[in-house]
């Protein structure tokens, strides 16, 4: 049974403590509707009934019909004009006839009553077929600062305004020749229209009523059955469940014991911490001794948490607009993509738990969050950056689409999730430069600064190409086997590279003590004994740490330049001690005082470095000595128990013992040769 090593550190575990108080505080203090169906599959629980009345919401097809339905319709607006009634009326109480006694007194009455109704004024805009104008047949009349909309059949134009007065008349002097006292007395000119139209009015009431357009469409009372126990979920059921899932999360609170509900969030938040810090130990348990790195990875989940509390709180569709996809990204800098992966899988829970649509989102995110880190892999500089945020657009908008397929094809005409899907991918590259500053608070190294610093142009290799040129030659083999080596089992192959350039900068203090850097005819070690020739060698790993700390390289590199010798000796000179007769008790000066390596990338370039530097001593580059040669320095570094501490398996060493072969046999492969020509 594999035994179980926890950290015994309790600062470990302070982190998570605050991280597990800040998610119950978080979690939502509200009941959520706790049932899952779709169109078209039967509705597997109890029958649902109404718990309280609620507005059935209409469907997003339903109000782009409605706004395209008030665009196509425009409703006239006209004003009173009061003067014009006063003037009119004025005008025909005026006429008389001996023949009419009290007609002016008759035609005031009957006009009054028309101006009841109103008179439309003839408009150049708008035209005297004012129903032809409104698809409605109505029209707004405003009078005392109140509008009303009135059909346009119950007001008069001045020709049917006309005609109503002198029915009037007639039924009330049946012996009186109308028309021709109306042409007498010029009545037609009298009658004045009261009612003007208004352009402005009309366009901005014809703007409103396109954007109030109500969302709702009737009421379900309490007690109504809205869906039976195997009923099929129709079009229409679906809205009404819509409709009391969105006024149950909004309305409803909770109604069970407050302890009940605290118990639950602590339950969650502590689960969520749980696998946070199972995920950490089954990935990378080393991460909980570099601290900053720890922290760093649970200030990455707060922030994913935090950012969906809030969301959800203030506006759920604002989901799609937030850069999720960023937070593998800010891992991906600083971790390997096993445990980038896996923490923001965790991550995205809260995202599941706080999210009306929980599920859908959290799909999304995560699907568009692994693809996003294998594209930037090769879209990860400059403006290829843009290249990664469309590539995770498209597949934010593929999983999108794929829930609105299943939910109907209508959905899918829902432009402005696509637009905030695509403006919250290109945040991911507006947002990518917090990098700097994090590595800047957490003391990271991220992969930008490994490849800068992998620039051989740089100060401190400049000087070891320079003091040391047999050194720096031997660090550039070194750091193209470990490229090689890294990438076959998936190391991480920036900082192999950084750390193969920098493992022997300590040979700068004294580049002579060491044969690739020896001046013809010069032999340092002539006249030292075998311990001193050895603490000669061993040397360089202090005065490259000291040298590393002198420049301010960081604690990854560093920990290369300490680790790629191990606790292993000096072969040459032990070998030579013992064969002149030394005391093979006395040989703890022959060891180098190291640190045995303890990653993967670790491992990789002490193999590398003593490939290397034994591959210059054959003198035969056959197949069968690259082999082994290879088989016979890795073997002696495991047998010595240098391997003892690292996270590397057998399968792993093996793989990099066939790639440093073939890389060898490639490199010092036999040449043609030219023959001579003859004359």
């Known amino acids: 049974m594999e035994k179980i090593y926890f950290p015994k550190r309790f600062r470990v575990y302070i982190p998570l403590i605050c991280l597990f108080v800040l998610l119950v505080f978080l979690m939502p203090r509200a009941s959520k509707f706790h049932y899952d169906y779709r169109k078209g599959s039967p509705w597997m629980y109890e029958t649902l009934i109404a718990q309280f009345d609620f507005p059935v919401l209409k469907t997003d097809q339903q109000l782009q019909q409605e706004k395209e339905t008030a665009g196509s319709s425009v409703t006239p607006y006209f004003r009173t004009d009061q003067t014009a009634r006063t003037r009119s009326i004025a005008a025909v109480s005026s006429v008389d006839s001996p023949a009419c006694p009290g007609l002016g007194v008759l035609l005031s009455s009957a006009l009054s009553d028309v101006y009841g109704k109103g ?52 039924s009330a002097y049946p012996a009186c020749n109308v028309d021709s006292l109306f042409k007498a007395t010029g009545i037609a000119a009298m009658i004045i229209p009261d009612l003007v139209y208004d352009q402005q009015t009309t366009d901005l009431v014809h703007e409103e009523s396109m954007d109030f357009i109500s969302p709702t469409m009737g009421v379900v009372k309490t007690g109504q059955v809205i869906v039976s126990n195997g009923e099929i979920v129709t079009a229409e059921i679906e809205q009404l469940l819509d409709s009391y899932k969105a006024e149950y999360d909004a309305s409803v609170g909770y109604n069970g014991s407050e302890a009940l509900l605290w ?30 790195k720890y922290l760093y990875l649970l200030m990455i989940f707060i922030l994913a948490s935090v950012a969906s509390s809030l969301v959800a709180r203030t506006d759920p569709s604002l989901f799609y607009l937030m850069p999720f996809t960023l937070i593998s990204l800010y891992m991906l800098a600083f971790f390997s993509k096993r445990v ?50 469309l590539i995770v657009f498209a597949v934010m908008t593929l999983v999108w689409g794929a829930f609105r397929l299943i939910e109907g094809p209508g959905g899918l005409s829902d432009y402005h999730t696509v637009i905030d899907m695509l403006l919250g991918s290109l945040m991911s590259v507006a947002g990518y430069p917090l990098i700097f500053l994090f590595e800047k608070i957490f003391k990271l190294v991220s992969t930008t600064k490994l490849v800068e610093l992998s620039d051989t ?16 030659q031997h660090s550039l083999q070194v750091m193209n086997l470990a490229d090689a080596a890294a990438r076959s089992i998936g190391a991480n192959v920036p900082l192999i590279r950084a750390g193969a350039l ?13 044969t690739e850097n020896e001046n013809p005819g010069v032999r340092y070690h002539e006249g030292l004994t075998p311990k001193e020739s050895a603490q000669e060698i061993i040397r360089h790993v202090s005065d490259g740490m000291a040298m590393a700390e002198k420049h301010g390289l960081p604690q990854e590199l560093k920990d290369f330049i300490i680790t790629h010798h191990g606790t292993s000796n000096t072969g040459y000179f032990y070998t030579k001690y013992l064969n002149d007769g030394g005391d093979p008790e006395d040989v703890a000066d022959f060891y180098y005082n190291g640190v045995k390596p303890a990653t993967k990338e670790q491992v990789i370039l002490m193999i590398c470095d003593a490939v290397e530097a034994a591959s210059r001593s054959l003198k035969d580059y056959s197949a069968e000595n690259i082999s082994r040669l290879v088989d016979r320095i890795i073997d002696g570094k495991s047998s010595s128990g240098q391997f003892t501490e690292a996270d590397i398996s057998l399968r792993e060493i093996n793989n990099v013992k066939e790639v440093l072969k073939s890389y060898l046999q490639q490199m010092y492969h036999s040449r043609v040769a030219y023959p001579k020509r003859r004359r």
């Open 119 to 170: 008179i439309l004024a003839p408009s150049a805009t708008l035209g005297d077929d004012v129903a032809s104008r409104s698809a409605s047949g109505l029209i707004y009349v405003q009078k005392d600062r109140r509008a009303t909309k009135v059909p346009v059949t119950e007001v008069y134009t001045p020709e049917t305004a006309l005609l109503k007065i002198a029915a009037d008349v007639a």
């Open 263 to 292: 118990l639950g969030n602590i339950l969650i938040a502590f689960f969520m911490v749980l696998v946070l810090f199972l995920a950490i130990y089954y990935c990378n348990y080393a991460i909980f001794e570099q601290y900053n």
């Open 340 to 389: 980038v992966f896996s923490v923001y899988f965790i991550s995205l829970l809260p995202m599941l738990v706080f999210a009306p649509n929980g599920m859908e989102l959290f799909v999304m995110y995560l699907v568009a969050g692994a693809v996003g880190m294998l594209v930037f892999g090769f879209f990860n500089r400059g403006w290829l950056q843009f290249v990664t945020a």
């Open 457 to 472: 142009s740089n100060k401190l290799l400049r000087e070891l190409a320079d003091k040391a040129p047999g050194t720096f």
């Open 502 to 514: 920098y493992h022997d900068i300590g040979k700068i203090a004294n580049p002579q003590c060491f």
